[in-house]
Nanobody, 124 residues
Framework: QVQLVESGGGLVQAGDSLRLSCAAS????????MGWFRRAPGNEREFVAA????????RFADPVKGRFTISRDNAKNAVYLQMNSLKSEDTAVYYC?????????????????WGQGTQVTVSS
C-alpha cells in the first residue's frame, strides 16, 4: 500500500521558517516528480512547488518564489519543503503528492498519490 505522510507543520509567527517533510512508502518515487500543494480555508487547492525525479528541475508558484525551496532524498524516498519568511497568507493545509510518470507538472490532477496533509498556521 502506497502512503505519503507529511510532517513538520505547526503554528508560527510571520517571518519564521518551517520545514515540511513527506515520507513515502509502498513504492519508490525516485524517478518521478513529487510536489507540494496547499489549500487555504475557503480556497481551492493550489500548487506550491514541485521537483523532478533527478532533482535538477524545480518549479515554484509565484507567491512562494524566493522564500520556499524544495528538495528530495531519493535514498529515503522523501521530499521536503523549506519555507522561509512565512506570511499569514501561507496559512493552509499542505499536501505532498507524487506522480507515476516522469514529466514535471504543476497541476494537481496530474498527481496520483496524495498525503493527508499537515496544517501550517502563520500568525501576523
Amino acid at each position: 500500500q502506497v502512503q505519503l505522510v507529511e510532517s513538520g507543520g505547526g503554528l508560527v509567527q510571520a517571518g519564521d521558517s518551517l520545514r515540511l517533510s513527506c515520507a513515502a512508502s509502498g513504492r519508490s518515487f525516485s524517478s518521478v516528480p513529487m510536489g507540494w500543494f496547499r489549500r487555504a480555508p475557503g480556497n481551492e487547492r493550489e500548487f506550491v512547488a514541485a521537483i523532478g525525479g533527478g532533482s535538477r528541475i524545480t518549479r515554484f508558484a509565484d507567491p512562494v518564489k524566493g522564500r520556499f525551496t524544495i528538495s528530495r532524498d531519493n535514498a529515503k524516498n522523501a521530499v521536503y519543503l523549506q519555507m522561509n519568511s512565512l506570511k499569514s497568507e501561507d496559512t493552509a493545509v499542505y499536501y505532498c503528492a507524487a506522480k507515476t510518470t516522469v514529466v514535471l507538472s504543476t497541476r494537481d490532477y496530474d498527481y496520483n498519490y496524495w498525503g493527508q496533509g499537515t496544517q501550517v498556521t502563520v500568525s501576523s
